[in-house]
Nanobody, 123 residues
Framework: VQLQASGGGLVQPGDSLRLSCTAS????????VGWFRQAPGKEREGVSC????????DFSDSVKGRFTISADNAKNTVYLQMNSLKPEDTALYYC?????????????????WGQGTLVTVSS
């Protein structure tokens, strides 16, 4: 699976941003797709995951209520809608795909990774 992440940018606190992760090579129907982020000096962490077939979602506590994850199967794309952005959301955001049932808490579950897209939240 090849993944292409896009949509990052520089925004102010409180703004919104939508990241896109488009897959090629396979359809994502039987995958779990996740968004992960890595801030400078910190470990990569799971932000949100979506089991495409089941529709099951998972969110880290730090983004619950602010971020949503969705898929457009026709476009083979998964979106991360980020609202009410905070400076602490600043990071390099990656999307990744793993077998159905992969857990956002276990990065090793995810076999295919896209390149990162930088999100900077600053006034």
């Amino acid at each position: 699976v090849q993944l292409q992440a896009s949509g990052g940018g520089l925004v102010q606190p409180g703004d919104s941003l939508r990241l896109s992760c488009t897959a090629s090579g396979v359809t994502l129907d039987y995958y779990t797709v996740g968004w992960f982020r890595q801030a400078p000096g910190k470990e990569r962490e799971g932000v949100s995951c979506l089991s495409i077939r089941d529709g099951d979602t998972d969110f880290s506590d730090s983004v619950k209520g602010r971020f949503t994850i969705s898929a457009d199967n026709a476009k083979n794309t998964v979106y991360l809608q980020m609202n009410s952005l905070k400076p602490e959301d600043t990071a390099l955001y990656y999307c990744a795909a793993g077998p159905r049932g992969s857990s956002c808490s276990y990065l090793a579950d995810f076999e295919s990774w896209g390149q990162g897209t930088l999100v900077t939240v600053s006034s």
